[in-house]
């Protein structure tokens, strides 16, 4: 199911084919029956709010579906800082084990997100593209008015200009996000492996956190499942070698490290994201 926002994207596209035809009366017409459409279902969406009881309200605006049109039609009941906080929130745990913490510093007028990462992941260079595809991913859903996230840090990224590290919200290096199942499929100090589009994946409970990483050791190449796991170190079947899953998948000895996957567990569901 499309999003709020994919649906306004093709929207957008649509359009731009209209104007690019040579009849300008044409574009202008289709631009009037979208305006048209749009007006009428934001005035009957309106009402449905106004005669809505706020605990169902509430309901309804954490379905990520209905929470992109309550804010397509400025009708939601959060602001955008505090769904941006809200979101923030929830990336928190998963970003503790990769980058520190990430705080909100300010929404500009141009719908600029700007951020601070605190704490870094030496030595894992895939780090940085994991914080960045979580944060992107909770923002997305939760405040689409964002045009772009700016993220400063001691953390190693692309700088822009004057040097700021930069978190781009729309990317080449896209994710596919996909669903693994129930939050609670894995018992805390427990391993459970899936695949994600062909992807090989394990999911570790650590404290009551989840972390997933490819299910390959980054000393022999083997799998991971069926590997002891203590609550923090997920050891090898293969050639015994131990990996910390809350930082980051370092390795206990030696320099090498597991692929971690962004995580997120909402709405009772796991989803990892599989790089394109």
């Given at each position: 199911m499309a999003s709020a926002g994919?649906?306004?994207?093709?929207?957008?596209?649509?359009?731009?084919?209209?104007?690019?035809?040579?009849?300008?009366?044409?574009?202008?017409?289709?631009?009037?029956?979208?305006?048209?459409?749009?007006?009428f279902y934001g005035t009957a969406l309106e009402r449905v709010v106004e005669l809505t009881p706020d605990p169902v309200l509430e309901r309804l605006a954490a379905d990520p579906l209905v929470s992109g049109v309550l804010v397509v039609h400025?009708?939601?009941?959060?602001?955008?800082?505090?769904?941006?906080?809200?979101?923030?929130?929830?990336?928190?745990?998963?970003?503790g084990s990769h980058a520190g913490d990430v705080s909100f510093v300010e929404i500009t007028d141009d719908g600029v997100l700007r951020l601070a990462l605190g704490g870094s992941c030496d030595g894992c260079p895939s780090s940085m593209v994991t914080v960045k595809l979580?944060?992107?991913?909770?923002?997305?859903?939760?405040?689409?008015?964002?045009?772009?996230?700016?993220?400063?840090?001691?953390?190693?990224?692309?700088?822009?200009?004057?040097?700021?590290?930069?978190?781009?919200?729309?990317?080449?290096?896209?994710?596919?996000?996909?669903?693994?199942?129930?939050?609670?499929?894995?018992?805390?100090?427990?391993?459970?492996?899936a695949r994600a589009r062909g992807e090989a994946t394990v999911v570790c409970n650590a404290a009551g956190t989840l972390y997933a990483y490819r299910d390959r050791c980054a000393?022999?190449?083997?799998?991971?499942?069926?590997?002891?796991?203590?609550?923090?170190?997920?050891?090898?079947?293969?050639?015994?070698?131990?990996?910390?899953?809350v930082a980051a998948g370092r390795a206990v000895s030696g320099d090498g490290h597991l692929d971690p996957l962004p995580l997120l567990a909402s709405d009772g569901t796991i989803r990892v994201a599989v790089p394109a």
């Open positions: 994919e649906v306004g994207d093709r929207v957008e596209r649509l359009l731009a084919e209209f104007e690019a035809l040579s009849d300008p009366a044409l574009a202008a017409r289709a631009e009037e029956l979208v305006r048209t459409v749009v007006e400025d009708l939601h009941p959060h602001g955008l800082e505090q769904r941006v906080q809200h979101a923030l929130d929830g990336v928190r745990p998963y970003l979580a944060i992107e991913q909770a923002i997305e859903h939760a405040a689409p008015e964002i045009v772009r996230i700016d993220v400063e840090g001691v953390v190693p990224a692309p700088t822009g200009p004057g040097g700021r590290p930069l978190l781009p919200l729309a990317t080449a290096d896209k994710a596919s996000w996909v669903e693994l199942g129930e939050a609670d499929m894995v018992a805390p100090g427990a391993v459970s492996s000393g022999c190449q083997g799998a991971l499942s069926g590997g002891h796991f203590d609550g923090r170190l997920l050891s090898c079947p293969s050639c015994g070698a131990s990996y910390d899953v």
